[in-house]
């Protein structure tokens, strides 16, 4: 009975991450079904690379998911902070206009 109490312990362990890899746009085209079902399901990071630099990178899920949730945290208590110290807000309408006539943050209004 031991053994078979080993064999069912062992088997229900997590796979161990292969290392984390890095692979040019071009071969991940051909290579995605095979990384997913291997460097991602196991915890890897595949980055991406152009030009021997990377642009990118393939996560598992859960690592996405995570950063969501730590950015959103991060600027909701940011919008908390502002909203605690009575600090002047603009409306998203206004914001997205002030970026778009380049001048967020500084007051200045276009004559636009």
Do not use: C
């Amino acid at each position: 009975m031991r053994n078979m109490y080993i064999l069912r312990m062992t088997a229900a362990q997590p796979h161990e991450p292969h290392g984390d890899v890095e692979i040019t746009v071009t071969d991940a085209r051909s290579k995605l079904p095979e990384l997913i079902d291997t460097q991602i399901r196991d915890g890897g990071v595949v980055y991406l690379t152009r030009y021997g630099r990377r642009v990118g990178a393939v996560v598992p899920a859960e690592v996405a998911e995570r950063f969501e949730r730590w950015e959103d945290i991060y600027w909701s208590r940011r919008a908390a902070e502002v909203l605690d110290r009575n600090e002047p807000t603009v409306s998203w309408e206004e914001a997205i206009t002030e970026l778009e006539i380049g001048d967020a943050g500084t007051g200045a209004r276009s004559s636009r």
